[in-house]
């Protein structure tokens, strides 16, 4: 039976956290992740978790410290934000490497420069081949079924990668919505305890967890950790299913909203997608056959079923029997990848989609950067945009603009 | 959908008093938002903070750009910034001010938006806070006030819940919990119809 309650996204975390009692929790604080680990720190004040709580020096320490407890066969978790990311960026490629299931709460934030505190997924963007696992959360309620998941994908034996739980700076972190939340016998239950095969403190195997790679078997230990990768999906979808089972809460790769006649439709990942939801409905209401795909899972990349999605062909995560009648799509960063042709989400897109939707026009679509609001109507107009697109010729579509950036 | 817009300065409590609203309306059984908008960090610099309170889910994750409801937490943001923006035809506007009622009304005449249609309310919550707190805090009275205008939840029941949130927000503090409670108290019938209708949903069906 769930709980009804009200939270924060940064509560909510905090939540999980508390009724998964990791073995060791290291952390920096960095707005607006800060109050993760100040609710983790009281909770262990106050007895309520068994939590070793380790307070470091920087961000690069605390996933350190993460790495050191994990391989010696225990649970650890942090929390961080933009430039406390950037800073663990040289570990984070160790963590996955050495195939230590590690979990983090990313609060996206922008980095800098400017220097700036609000919603950005440049942060989490700039570990996207980083091999960790990537989730991303439209509100508190997803944050927080999300870190339920994330030691059951992680440390399962086909995958052992570490995951990124990732929701918005601010606009889901600090904002307080209605949310379900759990007891705690069902969650630790479901989240199970965690044996790994090999760990540095067994006494029965001797293990080098992190040594120096010799040509003759790097190629081969990073094609081990890509296949994990690809083995992630199935096993993503299997703890969603037990997820739904056990909670009643739906997740996939990706969620499709209202898309099963949609001839216009918006991809983007986190707490815009609610806002693009309430426009979908607004139009939908005026006869516009608008649609939207919000994706949850960045790493791995699920580029089939999105390919079959969106092509109207079945597919895993897709709906079957859907009659293909989606014209345009934009698809939306909320980071720049100054690559000169947009970011990061609209060339994976594409690429996944490059000879499997043909007809399908799409545009890549910048917005949100440093916290910039968007809004209903910014919605509808761009939905206006992808109508319009319609009367152009393929090669003619700009592949990237922004939205709700001033002019001149 | 009822949106509720909070014009503060950074340590007036604007952004505690839209989570607390929130508490409020959630304790009524309905779905809410209480969220903060921030500039940069510091005290006395301007912010917004936000409410939306409906009977059914809430996605929508932008700021409010046309509220039903205006909260001036300090006055001096009048003019520096346009805080009747969007303001509903029909809606509300609720200023914390010690002047009279000619002199508020005279500071909203003419300001696009604030129309005879627009109901305005003045409260003196410095003057409650420095009564009952000792201190200026004007969130404590203005969040009676809005509470009272949003029609959501009843006079008992919101004493009910405050008293509720302070007993856990002030745990290690707790002298300052009565004195929380009878600025609410106070501050419920509070407020001076300056202009326009009594918007206040108390009695009314929603």
Known sequence: MSNRGRMSGNEAVALAIRQIDPDVIAAFPITPSTEIPQFVSRFKADGLITTEFITVESEHSAMSACIGAEAS????????????MALMYEVLYVAASDRLPIVLAAVNRALTGPININAEHSDSMGARDSGWIQIYSENAQEAYDNMLMAHRIGEHPDVMLPVMICQDGFI??????????????????????????????????????????????????????????????????????????????SYGFFEEYRMDDAEFAVLLMGSAAGTGKVAVDRLRGRGVKAGLVKLRTFRPFPADALAAALSGRSGRGGRDGRGGTLKSLAIMDRSEGFSGFGGPLGAEVRAALYGRAD???????????????????????????????QGMEARDIPYVRSLGQREG | MIEIRWHGRGGQGAKTAALLLADAAFAAGLYVQGFPEYGPERMGAPITAYNRLDDTA???????????????????????VDVTAGLKPGGSLVVNTGR?????????????????????????????????????????????????LTGVIGEAQFIGVMQEAYEEKFANKREVIAGNMTALKEAWNGAVLVSGDDTSGQGEEE
């Not at chain 1, 026009?361 to 910014?378: Q, S």
């Open chain 1, 73 to 84: 066969g225990v649970r650890a978790m942090t929390a961080t934000s933009s430039a406390g």
């Open chain 1, 172 to 249: 889901t972190s600090h904002a307080i919505e209605n949310i379900l939340t759990e007891d705690d016998a069902p969650v630790r239950a479901f989240v199970g305890t965690y044996e790994p095969e090999h760990h540095l403190l067994d006494p029965e195997t001797s293990v080098a967890i992190g040594p120096y790679g010799v040509s003759p078997y790097v190629f081969e230990l990073k094609r081990a950790q890509a296949y994990a990768m690809e083995c992630a999906r199935d096993v993503i979808i299997d703890v969603a299913k037990d997820f739904e089972k056990t909670f009643g809460r």
């Open chain 1, 359 to 389: 007809g399908l026009k799409t545009i890549n679509i910048i917005y949100g950067l440093g916290g910039r609001d968007v809004r209903v109507e910014d919605f509808e107009d761009l939905y206006t945009e992808l109508d319009a697109m």
């Open chain 2, 58 to 80: 809430i996605r929508i994750h932008s700021n409010i750009y046309e509220p039903d409801i205006v909260v001036v937490v300090d006055e001096t943001l009048i003019g520096a």
């Open chain 2, 100 to 148: 009279p009622a000619e002199e508020v009304r005279a500071k909203f005449a003419g300001t696009d938006g604030v129309g005879a249609d627009v109901s305005i309310y003045a409260v003196d919550a410095a003057d409650i806070s420095i009564r009952n707190l000792g201190r200026n805090l004007p969130n404590t009275p203005l969040l009676s006030v809005v509470a009272r």
